[in-house]
């Protein structure tokens, strides 16, 4: 069994019952699965509960709200059984520790997002991120989300968040390297589609573990 495996699977697929056949066949190689809005509006808020029973999930909703409304939505996805969640930082201090605070009180992981991976992030992420992961940073997070597209931001971005952990998307259909995302230094590696959309993702996974070990 391969745990510290550094990948997290990011499940945007439709279909209750592929992404349990995928979570099945590939929890072995993977250390969480992420879900976001795709797989939870297809499937239902217990999908996450179902998943969690075979590796621990990370609720990908990018709760970007006042105070009050992110402690609600944080509270559903954790009390559905998740072990992580992901707020956007740029909506501020306040909301982003309600984020963190939900997370701590369900022992579970909350990650704040700096820079995205798509090209559209330079427009106005790009010129704050170093701003967003400091506030990340204050409000405690237990890690940050930063773009395997951009692996220079990753270098910048470890050097305002230290230890805590990057985790990365864009890797493989987005263009990123996981090499190149985990020497500039992510701890984890996000993939969704190279994998999920592959006719062999047991095989995809494989590839990706064998280029990064
Ligand atoms: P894929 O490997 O198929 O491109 O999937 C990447 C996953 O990471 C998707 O779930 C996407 O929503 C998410 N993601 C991203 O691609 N870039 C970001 O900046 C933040 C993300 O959460």
Same mark, same amino acid.
């Given at each position: 069994m391969i745990r510290n495996s550094r990948l997290i699977l990011? $499940? +945007? #697929? $439709? !279909?209750r019952e592929r992404a349990l056949d995928l979570a099945s066949a590939l929890k072995d190689r993977i250390d969480y699965v992420k879900v976001g809005y795709p797989l939870i509006l297809a499937a239902g808020l217990d999908i996450v509960e179902k998943i969690s029973s075979m590796t621990p999930v990370i609720a990908d909703l990018k709760i970007a709200d006042i105070p009050n409304t992110s402690t609600l939505i944080s509270e559903q996805v954790l009390a559905a059984g998740a072990s992580g969640i992901v707020a956007h930082a740029f909506v501020g201090k306040d909301s982003l520790s309600a984020c963190v605070d939900a997370a701590r009180e369900h022992g579970a992981l909350a990650f704040a997002v700096?820079?995205? !991976?798509? *090209?559209?992030? #330079?427009?106005?992420m790009a010129p704050v991120a170093e701003r967003l992961a400091r506030l990340a940073a204050e409000c405690d997070v237990d890690g940050v989300v930063a773009p395997a597209t951009r692996p220079e931001r990753i270098s910048l971005i470890r050097s305002i968040v230290g230890d805590r952990a990057i985790i990365s998307p864009g890797v493989g259909t987005q263009g990123g390297s996981p090499r190149a995302a985990l020497e500039a230094g992510a701890d984890y590696l996000i993939v969704g589609r190279s994998i999920t +959309? !592959? *006719?062999?993702p047991a095989a995809s996974a494989d590839a990706i573990l064998k280029e990064i070990r």
């Open positions: 990011a $499940l +945007d #697929v $439709l !279909s700096t820079e995205m !991976s798509h *090209p559209g992030a #330079v427009e106005f +959309d !592959s *006719p062999n």
